[in-house]
């Protein structure tokens, strides 16, 4: 296969939709020899701020030394972006030729009389095989979904796993509970292993240290006494870390805003730690160096100054939770114009409170995906529960004549579902909406 045939069969194993379990993809990955055996993995679950995490830990390593390997998903514009060393995507060429091995496999399992492996498996088992050429070091690996049946929990050599916040979503899945789905992700912990934990609620990690205790497993809970937050701008974030045993660092910066990122950044550190307690070199130079040029695209991402132009994968409460925070936060009371769009199983009437009272004006937009909401209805349940000026749009593109008509002072954020982000992004990139990038 070539490289578009290649993308053609990815995405045809849609149909198969999403199942949990570790059978098919612990056949496949048998049929490649195993190669997410061949070096160790930082494994990181969760709700929310999993792909920030993943980043900021693998740009630490990177600046390191160490070659990299990073599996996150979704993607924002390109595939490629899914499975990445030391970040650059996986080449065209490498992926199809990688992938026509994995049919090939398949081939094999559906000649056994096994189950066709689903999309998330069949991308998870390309991943493992071309980080396994590259002869990685390390593999940030993030979880797909849950944790316990996730195709990545195949992996067995696990130095640490990161469980970072964790609200509802994906329910239908993981369970109605907190407790349920923090289950669900402590699924990745391994016997006799360390776990760092984002701090959140008590019922949460009591449900993580269970399973924990279970396995023989420690526990860390990222502890905010060990950060303080300095200043920050549009740029990002400076910080204090203040756990000096470890880690002596002088003051350092993300390029992440928002109070939660530094959440997660001490969630990352925390990480690190145990990289460095198993004799990996991991400096102070090498954090603020790493910390400091990492990025992640759709992520309350500043894209221009003048008008403010925000991108934000907000996609279930949680995230549209701290986009709300991080609004109040850069922007004080400020109003911003609003283009959102959501699936309909992320409960967007659940959002509304958070998100529509910083808004004076509402553009909504249909995400490119089966299970979005349509933009009139979403439009339609804007207006039933509050009095704001709200406009459905039928294209992305209606979205360019509003910003080109901006005043220089307005703040404009695009918040909702990552299916729509990508696009929006490749939109204002195309049309020169994008500063400094």
Not at 361 to 376: D, F, G, I, Q
Not at 414 to 428: H, P
Request: aromatic share 10%.
């Amino acid at each position: 296969m070539n490289y578009e045939e290649s993308i053609d069969f990815i995405h045809s194993t849609y149909k198969f939709g999403s199942k949990l379990g570790l059978e098919n993809i612990t056949r496949l990955t048998e049929l490649l020899g195993n190669p997410q055996d061949s070096y160790k993995i930082i494994h990181v679950a969760g709700t929310n701020g999993k792909g920030s995490t993943s980043n900021m830990i693998h740009d630490v390593l990177m600046a390191s030394g160490y070659k990299t390997g990073l599996f996150i998903s979704p993607f924002l514009e390109e595939f490629t972006e899914r499975i990445q060393v030391n970040k650059k995507h996986i080449d065209r060429q490498s992926l199809a030729k990688i992938t026509t091995l994995v049919k090939e496999k398949i081939d094999v399992m559906l000649q056994e009389g096994c189950n066709h492996p689903t999309e998330f498996e069949v991308v998870t088992a390309i991943g493992f095989k071309y980080f396994q050429e590259q002869n990685i070091d390390f593999l940030v690996l993030e979880v797909g979904m849950g944790g316990r049946f996730d195709a990545t929990n195949v992996v067995r050599n696990t130095l640490v796993s990161v469980i970072t916040s964790i609200s509802y979503d994906h329910m239908e899945y993981l369970g109605d509970t907190l407790e349920k789905i923090a289950f669900e992700k402590a699924g990745i912990i391994k016997e006799n292993s360390n776990v760092v934990v984002y701090p959140q609620s008590e019922e949460i990690i009591s449900t993580i240290r269970d399973t924990a205790v279970e396995k023989g497993a420690s526990v860390t809970v990222a502890d905010l006494k060990n950060i303080k937050k300095t200043r920050g701008d549009l740029t990002g974030q400076w910080f204090n870390y203040l756990k000096k045993d470890v880690f002596d660092l002088p003051e350092a910066k993300i390029t992440f805003l928002g109070e939660h990122q530094i959440y997660n950044v001490l969630t990352a550190l925390a990480a690190l730690e145990f990289v460095k307690k198993e004799g990996y070199k991991v400096t102070e130079a090498s954090i603020v160096e790493g910390l400091r040029n990492c990025r992640f695209a759709g992520r309350f991402e500043i894209l221009k100054e003048h008008p403010v132009i925000v991108l934000d994968g907000g996609h279930n409460i949680n995230g549209i939770e701290y986009f709300s925070k991080a609004v109040k936060e850069n922007f004080g009371s400020k109003k911003i114009i609003l283009f959102f769009g959501m699936l309909k199983d992320k409960n967007p009437e659940d959002v509304l409170p958070f998100i529509i009272p910083l808004c004076k004006k509402v553009y909504t937009l249909t995400p490119n995906n089966p299970r979005a909401m349509k933009s009139e209805d979403l439009a339609m349940l804007i207006t039933k529960h509050y009095d704001i000026e709200t406009e459905p749009l039928d294209e992305y593109c209606e979205a360019i004549p509003v910003l080109r008509n901006a005043d220089h002072e307005e703040c404009i954020a695009f918040v909702g579902s990552l299916y729509m982000i990508g696009d929006i992004r490749t939109l204002l990139k195309t049309n020169g909406f994008i500063d400094n990038k």
